[in-house]
């Protein structure tokens, strides 16, 4: 299963494998904790991520991020 994620740090969307607990920021290089972060999207088909990674950053720049606060 793969996902779509955004940094806590520095709103950097990336696509990630759920199947580990970590995920290290390319941009920021912030250690994200996948449990804590809300994934965006999920889906388990690879060649979708690229798409979905897409949306995602159109939704990041309108403000429309669904991360929780922790
Ligand atoms: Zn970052």
């Known amino acids: ?5 955004c ?3 520095c709103r950097f969307v990336t696509g990630v ?3 580990f607990k970590t995920k290290k920021c390319i941009k ?3 250690q994200i904790n996948l449990k804590k972060v809300r ?9 979708e ?3 979905l990674i897409i949306d995602a950053k159109k939704r990041v720049e ?3 991020i669904f991360i929780d606060s922790y």
């Open 1 to 5: 299963m793969f996902g779509v994620i």
């Open 7 to 9: 940094c806590p740090k």
């Open 17 to 19: 494998d759920l199947q």
């Open 28 to 30: 920021c290089n912030y």
């Open 39 to 47: 994934v965006m999207f999920k889906t388990e088909d690879n060649s």
């Open 49 to 51: 991520l690229g798409d």
């Open 62 to 64: 309108n403000g429309n």
